[in-house]
């Protein structure tokens, strides 16, 4: 076991390195006194990986030279501590001869293709070199010290290229004695030429003068140098990789590539979920963040062309800036072709194995108040909203839900439909009540209930208090017709326009970098927000202990989806930090 852990070990110490070097870019593009982004280029790695691997990661720069990120120490900290459990020392084993290329890669869904004995994904790491004899020296050495610690050692040479590996050789079953005569329990007959069962955990290479190959078995490895020399084999030569790279920034920092059907197979998950063919996703540092931009490719036009926006929607003048989170567009009647919506169901998807209801998910108050209404929000309200809106979320500290704010241009079919949520509201048996919140007309559907009371001065009869709970309200504004959770919602509302999110610096800042013209935003402010998806979202805590240094400095992120491309989806996610 503390075998197997090895590679998994590395393979987490990078991963995180990587994750703790793009926390930090909003200061390296500050103050790093090298000029970083004219390194930047295309994974050179991708030519060890196969055409149908389901994931390539790649961090395209050293992490030396994201030490300018350091605040508290935090990424030296790291690289000591990480590769503490595998006999590692960074500082003294690797940096001195780490070029400026990391990239791990899911190379099999299953090493062996054997269902009977459960699924053995290959994993493969690649680290360019810039002093190939001290790399080839490092892994000389560690597979010695590995030796030394029991190992059984295995060195094979394989078209050219030195292969080393550990091994765990299975024992020979116990002959046990049968009817008089001694027998081996499972054993099959095997020829002279016939190798043992083998089980390796942990196999290097030096490849030429430039890189440096981990795997977690050598049949990935022999696969690996089997890909360079049959170029029909690799990534590098597949139509759905050239395709998404031609979308990648030249500057980015690191770079993620998905083959969607793989990891759609390899994670267990429905073919309703094949939406897309392939993704990649670039990092690239701004100044006052990081910009996370997505492209996901398919060989069919299936999207619709998409409602183009060149400014924030007019709605969001009602949202306060203190939202913790909201979404804005136009057309909420084809909310499920939408490209937010396809997007999130691609995410959700691949990351969470799950197709979860895009708003139920996001905004559980919303949710909630389906149920006590007794609507729909698809069929009730989303369907006539053809123009501009806005939905927020407004965190209170007295209940465990926030509260929700719902903005929707008005339609010719507008009157129509308040008519039919007020008749869906009678028949559950709410009241619609007209009240006055400073001048404004607004209307409320609330709940009766009659609570007994007792008094000195009537005790031969029961008296009864009746209390009304206010479910939701609503009122018309201009062109707009607002929705609110609460009566405390409708007034910060009504009186959000000196105040709005599209006055507030952060959402600037984030559209700011997004382009101008989009199908709309979606905003996040960590701060306010992370509580509540933990709740939904529990393996999100787990992100949050391996990328502490990221979320502890995040502030906020923007997310916007553009183009109008019906073969491909592109969006952007930008993350703020402090």
């Keep these: 076991m503390t075998q197997r852990l090895f590679f998994r070990s590395l393979a987490v110490g990078i991963l995180v390195l990587l994750l703790i070097g793009i926390a930090g870019c909003n200061r390296l593009f500050a103050k790093s006194p090298l000029n970083l982004t004219s390194s930047y280029g295309q994974p050179t790695a991708a030519i060890f990986v196969s055409r149908t691997s389901p994931v390539m990661v790649s961090l395209l720069v050293n992490p030396e030279n994201l030490e300018v990120l350091e605040g508290d120490g935090e990424l030296s900290k790291l690289k000591t501590r990480l590769f503490a459990n595998t006999g590692i020392d960074y500082q003294h084993d690797i940096q001195p001869w780490l070029g400026n290329e990391i990239t791990l890669a899911v190379t099999h869904l299953d090493i062996d293709r054997d269902p009977a004995n459960g699924q053995q994904p290959g994993y493969l790491m690649v680290l360019a070199t810039q002093q190939p004899e001290q790399s080839r020296e490092f892994v000389e050495v560690l597979f010695s010290k590995r030796t030394l610690a029991g190992r059984n050692l295995t060195v094979e040479q394989y078209k050219g290229v030195k292969l080393i590996y550990d091994t765990l ?7 046990e004695k049968r009817g008089g005569y001694y027998s081996t329990p499972n054993r099959q007959s095997k020829s002279k030429n016939s190798q043992p069962n083998i089980q390796s955990t ?15 078995d050598p049949r990935v490895l022999r696969d ?22 031609k979308q990648l920034p030249q500057n980015a920092l690191a770079v993620a590539f998905l083959n969607l059907p793989q990891v759609i197979k390899w994670q267990g ?4 979920a094949q939406t897309y063919e392939s993704q990649i996703v670039s990092f690239v540092e701004q100044p006052q963040g990081l ?16 409602i183009q926006l060149s400014n924030p929607v007019g709605a969001l003048q009602y949202l306060p800036s203190e939202v913790s989170f909201a979404v804005s567009s136009s057309d909420l009647s084809r909310l499920d072709n939408s490209n937010l919506a396809v997007l999130w169901r691609q995410v959700t998807a691949t990351i969470f194995s799950s197709e979860k209801n895009v708003f139920s998910q996001l905004f559980l108050p919303l949710a909630d108040a389906e149920k006590s209404w007794g609507i729909n929000w698809k069929e009730d309200i989303f369907s006539w909203v053809q123009g501009e809106y806005a939905i927020g979320l407004l965190p209170r500290e007295d209940k465990p839900l926030p509260d929700w704010i719902f903005v929707a241009e008005k339609s010719d079919s507008t009157p129509a439909a308040i008519y039919r949520l007020d008749a869906i509201a009678s028949s559950n048996g709410l009241s619609r009540n007209s009240l006055t919140l400073d001048d404004q007309k607004i209307f409320a559907w609330t709940e009766l209930n009659t609570t007994p009371t007792t ?16 479910l939701g309200t609503y009122t018309e504004v201009g062109n707009y017709e607002i929705f609110a959770s609460s009566i405390e919602a409708m007034n910060r509302a009504l009186t959000a326009k000196e105040n709005s999110l599209v006055n507030n610096s952060s959402f600037q800042e984030g559209i700011a970098v997004l382009p101008q013209t989009n199908q ?3 905003y996040l402010d960590w701060t306010n927000s992370q509580e509540l998806l933990e709740r939904q979202l529990p393996v999100l805590k787990l992100v949050e202990v391996i990328g502490k ?9 923007t997310v916007s989806s553009y183009g109008s491309n019906v073969e491909m989806l592109k969006g952007g996610v930008f993350f703020q930090f402090n």
């Design 291 to 306: 910009l996370a931009e997505s492209v996901l490719l398919t060989q069919d036009e299936f999207l619709p062309p998409s």
């Design 455 to 470: 008094s000195p001065l009537t005790k031969d009869r029961e008296l009864f208090t009746i209390q009304a709970k206010v």
């Design 520 to 522: 709309g935003y979606v």
């Design 224 to 245: 690996a140098i089997n890909n360079v020399q049959a170029v029909e084999l690799n990534l590098t030569n597949s139509n759905k990789y050239q395709q998404a790279i």
């Design 549 to 557: 240094p990221f979320f502890q400095n995040l502030r906020s992120l």
């Design 269 to 272: 998950l429905g073919t309703d």
């Design 202 to 216: 942990l196999a290097g290479a030096s490849v030429g003068k430039n890189f440096v190959l981990f795997a977690n």
């Design 169 to 175: 050789q299975e024992e020979t079953p116990k002959e």
